[in-house]
């Protein structure tokens, strides 16, 4: 069992940054490291989308939209996910969530077991 708690979104405009921040607390016989993580978002009307993920050692895959401007990094001694997101655009704006899973380093909701509540991100011109 993993508790995923998201924070730090918010408005702001186009060019803008945002960093948002999951804290996750873990009930199992496993460890935070011995996760997957990954930040997932979902705008109104669409399908959830994979946004970035990361290994226990760093290793990170980032959807093409984001890439070069979305930054995943974790730290496995304060059970934390972060998402740097620089040169916000309007197409950005969604309900982000943190995601655990064990299966592998993936961008496909159906890799993550575990979700957080969300947090809105929105950017506006």
């Known amino acids: 069992q993993v508790q995923l708690v998201e924070s730090g979104g918010g408005s702001v405009q186009a060019g803008g940054s945002l960093r948002l921040a999951c804290a996750a607390s873990?009930?199992?016989?496993?460890?935070?490291?011995?996760?997957?993580m990954a930040w997932f978002r979902q705008a109104p009307g669409k399908e959830r989308e994979g946004v970035a993920s990361?290994?226990?050692?760093?290793?990170?895959y980032y959807a093409d939209s984001v890439k070069g401007r979305f930054t995943i990094s974790r730290d496995n001694v304060k059970n934390s996910l972060y998402l740097q997101m620089n040169s916000l655009k309007p197409e950005d704006t969604a309900k982000y969530y943190c995601?655990?899973?064990?299966?592998?380093?993936?961008?496909?909701?159906?890799?993550?077991?575990?979700w957080g509540q969300g947090t809105q991100v929105t950017v506006s011109l």
């Open positions: 995601a655990a899973g064990r299966a592998a380093l993936s961008l496909h909701p159906l890799s993550y077991n575990y």
């Open positions: 873990v009930y199992s016989g496993y460890s935070y490291s011995d996760y997957f």
């Open positions: 990361i290994t226990e050692f760093g290793a990170t």
